[in-house]
Structure formats: structure tokens, C-alpha cells
């Protein structure tokens, strides 16, 4: 149980990236009131939730009706991660957990950024649903350790709004190094995830058997 959510609630914080997030919406933000930027925040981060609780629950039924075995899924979903590891790593802008130059300019000219793209797609990313439909697929059948990972879902959901709430503070407390500091670190954890994902699902997919 306890490998569970440390493996769940590490590979959430790095797709979701919570200070990340914070760093953007800082940006996005600047000449926003106090109350709106809570408000903003807020709603930003149920959304997100909402969405990402939901690819967790049906998300798996959803791909065994498109013919999606659960090896083809870990492994996948361990290439998509790996992806945005070595990002993360390099310090690079990924599609998978932020935003790109045109969602940005046109977040910029939003009065309300919540949904768009606080929700989805910085928070409710790729790589974010992803990992919640491949964490709560590996905890199948066992009710425990799918609340563990729900539950390391919603823990990484209330750093993530605590960091949006703190957003200016967060940003020139930690500034553009020791953001990218956190980052790579996060980067090398997920990549490691990642690889392991795919071993098991090149393991379990049973095309070396003879």
C-alpha cells in the first residue's frame, strides 16, 4: 500500500506539477485581484479534478471497449510518461504538462483562465489522465489500493491549489532555477516510472513467448 501511493503520488506530482502550474498562473495573473485569483484557483483546480477523477474511474472501461489491453496500456502510457520525464529533465516545455505559445497568448487575453487553461490543460493534462487511467488500471481488483491512489490524487490536487494560492510568493521565493531545480528532480523520478511501466507491459504482453 504504501509503494502504491508513493509510486501514485509521485508520478502525479510530476505530470500535474503543481509549482509548475503556479509559476504560469503567476504570469497569467499579474494584474487580477486577490479575491479573482482565488476564485480563479479554485474553480481552476475542482475542474481539474473533476475530469481527472473521472478518466480514473472509466477510463479503463472505456479502452477495453476500443479493444485496449492493459499491456498495450501500460506500455504506452510508460512511453507518454518517459516523454514528458525527459522534458522535464532538460528543462523543456512539453505539450503533455503545459501549456503551448498559442494556448498561451490566447490564455493571456482571458479575463477567466479557470478552465483554460488552469484546468486542462496544465493541470488535467495528457499526462496527468494518462497516469491516473494506468495507476488505477495497475490497483484493479483491489479496492484499497485504487482509494490509495485517488487519494495521492487528491493530496497532489491540494498542494497544486495551495500552490496557485501562493502563486506570486511560490515564484519569487524559489525564481526560474530553483523551479527548474524541482523540476529535473521530478523529471528523473518519472523517467524511472516510466521505464519500469514499460518493462511490465512488454513483460505481461506475453509477444516473447514462445
Do not use: C, W, Y
Not at 504504501?2 to 501514485?8: C, L
Not at 497568448?105 to 497516469?131: N, R, Y
Not at 491540494?158 to 526560474?176: E, P, R, Y
Request: proline residues 2%.
Amino acid at each position: 500500500m504504501i509503494e502504491t501511493a508513493s509510486v501514485a503520488f509521485a508520478t502525479f506530482f510530476a505530470t500535474i506539477g503543481p509549482l509548475d502550474v503556479a509559476a504560469i498562473f503567476a504570469a497569467l495573473t499579474a494584474n487580477a485581484s486577490q479575491q479573482h485569483k482565488r476564485a480563479m484557483a479554485l474553480r481552476g483546480v475542482f475542474i481539474a479534478a473533476v475530469i481527472l477523477v473521472l478518466f480514473a474511474l472509466v477510463g479503463e472501461r472505456l479502452l477495453d471497449t476500443l479493444g485496449i489491453t492493459l499491456p498495450a496500456l501500460r506500455t504506452a502510457g510508460g512511453i507518454l510518461l518517459l516523454l514528458i520525464g525527459i522534458d522535464m529533465v532538460f528543462a523543456r516545455e512539453s505539450g503533455g504538462v503545459s501549456t503551448t505559445d498559442e494556448e498561451e497568448q490566447e490564455a493571456a487575453s482571458k479575463q477567466d483562465i479557470s478552465v483554460f487553461p488552469i484546468a486542462t490543460p496544465l493541470i488535467a493534462g495528457p499526462g496527468a489522465m494518462g497516469a491516473a487511467i494506468l495507476l488505477m488500471a495497475d490497483a484493479e481488483g483491489n479496492v484499497t489500493l485504487q482509494a490509495v491512489v485517488i487519494g495521492s490524487l487528491m493530496l497532489v490536487l491540494l498542494l497544486t491549489l495551495v500552490s496557485l494560492m501562493l502563486a506570486s510568493q511560490i515564484h519569487k521565493l524559489l525564481g526560474v532555477t530553483g523551479m527548474h531545480v524541482i523540476s529535473r528532480v521530478m523529471g528523473i523520478l518519472l523517467a524511472a516510472l516510466a521505464v519500469q511501466f514499460i518493462f511490465d507491459g512488454i513483460g505481461n504482453s506475453q509477444i516473447f513467448s514462445g
